[in-house]
């Protein structure tokens, strides 16, 4: 078991350019959840789906940021237009249902210059 | 306010000792869960708290819904403990739609 498993560790971008952040759940989990760190707001949620379906995305901006999860095995998290502000380690998380065990990746630390 | 209040916000203490921590929720919690973050930034579940105590060799930990708490304990403190503690709660969803506490960072002395 490979844990949750988050590419790139590291991802630089200009301002005003799109990031892409994957995501591989550990299998056989049927929900995932993406999170932020920052170390001014903490760890903040921001999404999740239960068997691929989208089920709360209250926790997103908006704008700019969207989530999805085509198949079981992972998830993409897209910033467009990326702003100094979104700087932060991004988490995604899964879990063998919605309210077991959460198991977090290592991260994305995103650096918007 | 914070929705989950943990303290203290920090801890040094030296190593062999024991220590305890608590998180106060101004939420409905239902569950609970404790992680660690270690110095790589590796955040490491440590329980997953229905109302009840549960124990894992020198950790313990409660989750009170009526009083609307949670405690960790550190048992002979060792220098793997190091690191921040978080503590997390979910709305009243039963869901991993958790609210974090700002965290606990605790440092052994040698």
């Known amino acids: 078991n490979a844990g949750v498993i988050q590419t790139p560790r590291h991802k630089v971008t200009g301002k005003g350019q799109e990031a892409t952040l994957w995501c591989e759940p550990i299998?056989?989990?049927?929900?995932v959840f993406w999170y932020r760190q920052t170390i001014v707001q903490g760890l903040e949620f921001l999404t999740y789906?239960?068997?691929?379906?989208?089920?709360?995305d209250s926790g997103m901006p908006k704008e700019r940021f969207s989530a999805q999860m085509p198949n079981q095995s992972h998830s993409t998290l897209k910033i467009q237009s990326t702003q100094p502000q979104d700087s932060a380690v991004y988490l995604c998380?899964?879990?063998?249902?919605?309210?077991?065990?959460?198991?977090f990746g290592s991260g994305t630390r995103l650096t918007v210059l | 306010g914070d929705k989950v209040k943990q303290s203290p916000s920090a801890l040094s203490l030296q190593e062999g000792t024991n220590s305890a921590l608590r998180c106060n929720f101004s939420?409905?919690?239902?569950?609970v869960q404790w992680f660690l973050q270690n110095p790589r930034g590796s955040l490491i579940n440590l329980f997953y708290?229905?109302?009840g105590t549960k124990e894992n060799g020198r950790l313990k930990s409660a989750f009170d819904s009526k009083e609307s708490y949670s405690t960790l304990h550190i048992r002979d403190a060792q220098l793997e403990d190091s690191g921040t503690y978080f503590c997390?709660?979910?709305?009243?969803?039963?869901?991993?739609?958790?609210?974090f506490g700002k965290g606990t960072k605790f440092s052994l002395i040698p």
């Open positions: 789906f239960r068997n691929q379906a989208p089920i709360d």
């Open positions: 998380a899964s879990s063998p249902s919605s309210a077991e065990t959460l198991y």
């Open positions: 299998s056989g989990h049927s929900a």
């Open positions: 939420i409905a919690a239902t569950t």
């Open positions: 997390a709660a979910d709305e009243g969803t039963g869901s991993n739609r958790l609210t």
């Open positions: 708290l229905v109302p």
